[in-house]
């Protein structure tokens, strides 16, 4: 009998590490990872992307990621990345930031860059909720949703509503892109990966400052399996959270 | 040879560029200086100072606890340093502006009338001028020929029309003090 | 040679600086060293440079890791609270060994304090002052002409050590004008190179600017080579001056504006016959504790005389150098007054008749 020819059908982005990833069961960091990398891929961008770690779940990306990587203090992400990539404007730079480290502790950092328009890309993951330190309240949590530092749900009453950081951002005139995606089923995925090579490409094309929110779970700290987390994302946070393009140049398409 | 000399006055009154220009002077004739202004809240709207001081060896304290002059534009600035001039040292005050005389016995005291003769020449501004020329009569730390020189050094062109004004000036002072001179 | 100029300690600072090679400038307004962002922001565009003013010093420290992440020559300027507000940002740099100069002009404090000249910050720039086990280079110099050379010094030792070095003055040093000579600028293209720079990993493995490690014993084992870094400027880099300290028996020890005034103190104090000297630390941390030790073993110090414009905190430093062989004294102004010459003479003639 003939040895059987075996053909690649699947294999992970040269831009990323060939190592298991640290994240729980059901997590979402993953897939974001595996988009981002496909686009460095695509664009052909690996040797002269420089991306920024930030602190949160997502803080050992720098291990899956093949380019190099500088890993920042809480929340200052967008000021590392306004470093480097002044010293490098021909590089290609992006942050990776969760919601507490963007929406809480670095919100003067992210609001300065893009005010300022430094020439970056954002992956901003949200997922209402700080999961590395184990599920306490973020800006970005629902209101009713029960952490374990809001136990009886987050009341406005002393908690306020969360902040959209999307729309926030975009009331600013120069940031170039900015979008909302979910990667809480196969379709939202895809337009997921359109979103961020549209982000990417916008730095490839010198204009200012692009960020892309992602809608994403965390099923460890929301007390569900990973599907009931899709589905309580799905009916929950993009009620609040309503995905598109808020923000987007002409030219970019 | 080490010679200190504060210089004080309203904020306006050029009291930080006359320090300035002194100290650049002497350096361009080789000597050590430095220039220390007072900063921060008191260079807003009230009495501004700086404190020269001019040696043939390294400066080594740029602060002044006893200053061999004086050049006091207004009277705050006499009431707060007259005290502080070291005995044998100088006072040369603004007569135009400071209405009560100095009390000190053991110091020079030149009196000029910086303003009045500012606005002869026609040059509010250039009462800093007169008081520096005075200033140099008593005490030549450096030639009104050499001031003139890195006057014309610093000062953008476009202001290059007031030199003679401010060279009359000075000449003007150290008549004001070469009168005392005689009359002392 | 090159010309003798009349300037601003600030502005001599910022153009030094960019001597050194310095293409990256990133700061926030605070008297008493504001100049030096304003200079920086005329002066960088002119030689192909980064100026920018960050929304905060927060922001600013972490610019800094950035781009001397990235391999630039970084620094920034602040004074005392804004210091403070960088020093989570420092502690990176040293964890991750980012290169990088911090100038830090101290005003009087604590909190809010005050804009005038103060050395209350010697503990935090020697001891620490963020978290963890790390050590910067810190350098002091007496006049702007020093000044000027040790920001060459200071890039060079940041870069290399791959550690953040930092250098402390006060309002005074940063607002008096004295003459200085420049150094000619650095050709950028000799500074070292930075293999494990930020720059694209392009046909060679990635690079990491990183300070996490969560095994404490693979932690253990960098900081151990942080150790043997620090072992290595304490052994090669200590730095101080001296005045007619030979046949002192008394002996100030005084940094930065405190040591000129001492200076005149002492001038004045010999011509009573008095045996006054000066020891003037230049590198506040290595502490030059080998030649002050020299000192004490000379056998002619009567007595040591601690001048800060501090509560006393670089004493602690002497304190443990002299090891009680001989008496140390202490003399402080603070919260922004500056001694003067005459008060710094009255406190060694009253020490001198003591000591009889």
């Known amino acids: 009998m003939a040895e059987p020819v075996m053909e690649v059908v699947a294999r992970p982005p040269e831009s990323m590490e060939d190592v298991p990833l640290h994240y729980c069961p059901g997590c979402t960091h993953g897939i974001i990872h595996r988009l981002v990398a496909e686009v460095i891929d695509e664009l052909g961008i690996r040797e002269k992307t420089i991306g920024v770690a930030s602190v949160g779940c997502s803080v050992l990306n720098y291990n899956y990621f093949k380019t190099d990587f500088q890993q920042a203090a809480h929340g200052r992400a967008p000021a590392v990345a306004t470093g480097i990539k002044r010293v490098h404007p021909d590089k290609i730079v992006f942050t990776y930031q969760g919601d507490g480290d963007l929406a809480s502790i670095g919100t003067a950092e992210i609001v300065h860059a893009a005010m300022r328009g430094e020439k970056i890309t954002v992956i901003f993951v949200n997922n209402a909720v700080y999961g590395m330190t184990s599920g306490q309240m973020a800006p970005t949590t629902l209101v009713g949703q029960k952490t374990t530092t809001s136990p009886r749900g987050r009341s406005v009453e002393g908690q306020g509503y969360p902040i959209r950081m999307s729309e926030m951002l975009a009331t600013l005139q120069t940031p170039a892109y900015i979008a909302r995606v979910a990667v809480t089923d196969p379709g939202k995925v895809h337009r997921a990966k359109l979103a961020i090579r549209k982000a990417f490409r916008t730095q490839l094309e010198g204009k200012a400052f692009s960020l892309v929110e992602i809608i994403s779970t965390c099923p460890v700290n929301w007390g569900m399996t990973p599907n009931e987390a899709i589905a309580w994302a799905n009916q929950n946070m993009l009620a609040y959270y309503p995905l598109g393009e808020i923000k987007v140049p002409p030219e970019v398409s | 040879m080490v010679h200190d000399v504060i210089i004080s006055g309203f904020g306006g009154q050029g009291v930080l560029s006359m320090g300035e220009l002194l100290a650049y002077t002497a350096m361009h004739q080789g000597k050590n200086v430095t220039w220390l202004p007072a900063y921060g809240p008191e260079q807003r709207g009230g009495t501004s100072y700086c404190t020269v001081v001019i040696s043939d060896e390294p400066v080594a304290s740029p602060i002044s606890s006893e200053p061999e002059a004086i050049i006091v534009l207004n009277r705050p600035s006499l009431e707060r340093f007259e005290s502080q001039v070291r005995a044998g040292g100088f006072i040369v005050y603004n007569s135009s502006l400071i209405d009560v005389s100095p009390t000190r016995k053991d110091v020079r005291v030149v009196a000029v009338p910086a303003n009045a003769i500012a606005d002869e020449i026609g040059a509010t501004t250039v009462a800093n001028m007169v008081m520096l020329g005075a200033f140099l009569e008593v005490l030549p730390v450096v030639s009104r020929d050499d001031v003139m020189k890195s006057l014309a050094q610093t000062i953008s062109a476009r202001h290059h029309n007031l030199l003679p004004l401010d060279e009359q000036a000075l000449k003007r002072g150290a008549e004001v003090a070469q009168k005392v001179g005689k009359s002392s | ?356």
């Open chain 3, 1 to 356: 040679m090159a010309e003798r100029m009349l300037m601003k300690g600030n502005e001599a600072l910022a153009e030094a600086a960019i001597r050194a090679g310095c293409r990256f400038y990133a700061g926030y307004p605070i008297t008493p060293q504001s100049e030096v962002p304003e200079y920086m922001s005329r002066r960088m565009p002119e030689v192909g440079g980064v100026f920018i003013q960050a929304e905060s010093e927060v922001a600013t420290v972490n610019m800094l890791y950035g781009a001397g992440g990235a391999g630039a020559r970084v620094m920034t300027s602040s004074s005392s609270p804004g210091i403070s507000l960088m020093q989570e940002g420092i502690s990176y740099m040293a964890g991750a060994e980012v290169p990088g100069v911090f100038v830090n002009m101290m005003r009087g404090g604590p909190g809010l304090g005050d804009i005038s000249p103060s050395q209350g910050d010697y503990f935090q720039a020697t001891k620490g002052g963020g978290h963890g086990d790390y050590r910067l280079i810190v350098l002091a110099p007496g006049s702007i002409q020093e000044m000027v050379e040790l920001m060459q010094d200071a890039f060079d030792l940041a870069d290399k050590y791959r550690n953040p070095v930092m250098v402390v003055g006060d309002g005074m040093l940063g607002q008096m004008m004295e003459p200085v000579t420049m150094p000619p600028m650095r050709d950028l293209s000799t500074l070292p190179a930075k293999p494990w720079a930020t720059t694209g990993a392009a046909g060679r493995k990635k690079n990491i600017i990183n300070s996490l490690e969560l095994d404490p014993y693979v932690l253990e084992k960098h900081v151990q080579s942080l150790k043997a870094k620090f072992d290595q400027m304490q052994a090669t880099e200590q730095r101080h001056d001296t005045y007619l300290i030979d046949d002192a028996e008394i002996v100030v020890v005084a940094y930065g504006t405190v040591s000129r005034v001492a200076r005149s103190a002492i001038d004045a104090v010999r011509g009573e016959g008095i045996k006054a000297g000066l020891f003037r630390p230049i590198t506040l941390w290595p502490w030059p504790e080998v030649a002050l030790a020299r000192v004490v073993e000379s056998g002619r110090v009567k007595a040591f005389l601690v001048a800060e414009m501090s509560t006393g905190q670089m004493i602690e430093d002497v304190r443990l150098t002299v090891s009680g062989r001989v008496p140390v004294h202490f003399y402080g102004r603070y919260a922004g007054v500056v001694p003067t010459p005459k008060e710094l003479a009255g406190v060694i003639q009253n020490l001198q008749a003591q000591l009889k």
